[in-house]
């Protein structure tokens, strides 16, 4: 089978990058359209990016462009795509889905953690396969935009056009090799590390901006009071904000001997100050294995700001403080209450496996607790892992490939 991969920016060889070499140690020929020209910060693909996968042919091209000749000339048989849907609808593609569905191309979409539920139902209609990671995604998709996928289609319909099989991106966990992470970045072999995930400050969010901001906290204290937040003004007078969350951290570290290590991303727009506290600082430095499964692989603990860390870590079997942020940005997210809500035994609060915490309580935690009081509970971890993510294994490119197999031989 020839099956393209269409891979415009790095975040898209995060999520396909097991999956492509999955496909390659099953010998099918492997192409991965590229694009030398992503504008996005961090998300530019350059050729070293694509030499993890020696065996696949690299053919760079402009997403704009139709596909159907390109996909034509290299005899793909199947495409796959992150969000490939609402990719192809913001490029202005769609018309490129049903060509490619009369000149025999099978179509899948794959996704990032619950980012499938924010793509149309639309999609359905469009896409031979949609994979889901869990069941329970599956299911949060199809009940928060109910209303269009009972357009789509009846029940059986939908099971039909989509497949749960896990998380390929997490498939990667199994080829870390932590001894040379640990050297990479001067590490000693058993000092723990303790991963900081840091917060996304360029985005719409008043708090962040005014609360967290970099600048004087006079000026940001009269900024909140003149556009309807004096509520604010106290906590910006009387603290340093994002700073006293990362001298807690750094007292922690030190009391334990331990490293922290700070994971960014260029688009984070990080305060100066960030780096100052880190051991290691870094973005995305690798792609397969990508940085942040590098890093979880060796963690003792994570703190992130209800990110997608905390699946990264819960399946890599380590412990995380969820530090609950304003989120206003993403209120319109579909599905926003199952992924940053609060409720017991959600994706950010589940005992035993990540804590959510405000960030004065993450301080006086910080403060107080010590790194053995973070530990994971099995039991807990092996409940998450088969609700949030269905499967405790490194297998789940193999049962998208599976899949994807049966479709092209019909």
Request: glycine share 8%; net charge positive; hydrophobic share 45%.
């Amino acid at each position: 089978m020839i099956l393209a991969f269409f891979v415009p920016r790095r975040g898209s060889l995060k999520v396909m990058g097991a999956l492509i070499q999955a496909a390659l140690d099953r010998r099918h020929e492997v192409v991965l359209l590229w694009h030398p020209a992503e504008a996005k910060p961090g998300e530019r693909i350059v050729p070293k990016d694509l030499e993890s996968w020696p065996g696949a042919r690299a053919i760079a091209f402009d997403p704009r462009a139709p596909l159907p000749p390109i996909l034509a000339a290299q005899g793909a048989q199947a495409l796959v795509a992150t969000s490939l849907y609402s990719t192809f609808k913001a490029l202005g593609r769609t018309a490129d889905l049903p060509a490619l569905g009369r000149a025999g191309v099978r179509t899948f979409s794959i996704d990032y953690v619950l980012d499938t539920v924010t793509s149309s139902p639309e999609g359905y209609r469009a896409v031979d396969v949609t994979f889901y990671t869990s069941e329970y995604q599956r299911r949060l998709h199809w009940r928060v935009q109910a209303e269009g996928f009972a357009r789509v289609g009846a029940p059986d319909e939908l099971a039909r056009r989509s497949a749960v099989c896990g998380s390929p991106m997490l498939d990667q966990l199994a080829v870390v090799d932590r001894a040379a992470v640990r050297k990479r970045y001067g590490l000693d072999d058993g000092r723990p590390v303790v991963v900081f995930m840091s917060l996304k400050m360029g985005v719409p969010d008043p708090w962040r901006r005014l609360v967290w901001g970099r600048e004087w906290r006079g000026l940001r204290a009269m900024r909140a009071a003149l556009t309807g937040h004096a509520e604010w003004v106290p906590t910006i007078l009387r603290t340093h904000g994002y700073r006293d969350l990362m001298d807690a951290l750094a007292r922690f570290c030190a009391r334990h001997g331990a490293a922290l290590v700070v994971k960014s991303r260029r688009k984070n727009y990080d305060p100066s100050f960030l780096s100052r506290y880190a051991d290691v600082f870094l973005t995305d430095e690798t792609v397969y294995p990508y940085t942040s499964m590098e890093l979880i692989a060796i963690a003792n603990l994570c703190v992130h700001f209800q990110s997608g860390a905390v699946i990264e870590a819960a399946f890599a079997g380590v412990p995380s403080l969820s530090v609950i942020v304003s989120q206003t940005h993403l209120h319109a997210y579909p599905g926003h209450d199952e992924i940053y809500g609060l409720a017991p035994e959600s994706l950010q609060n589940y005992g035993g496996v990540v804590w959510p915490v405000r960030p004065e309580e993450a301080i006086a935690r910080l403060e107080r607790a010590s790194l053995a009081d973070f530990g994971i509970d099995r039991a807990a971890r092996a409940g998450y892992v088969r609700r949030f993510l269905e499967f405790d294994d490194t297998a789940s490119s193999d049962r998208v490939l599976d899949v994807i197999e049966r479709a092209v031989r019909g």
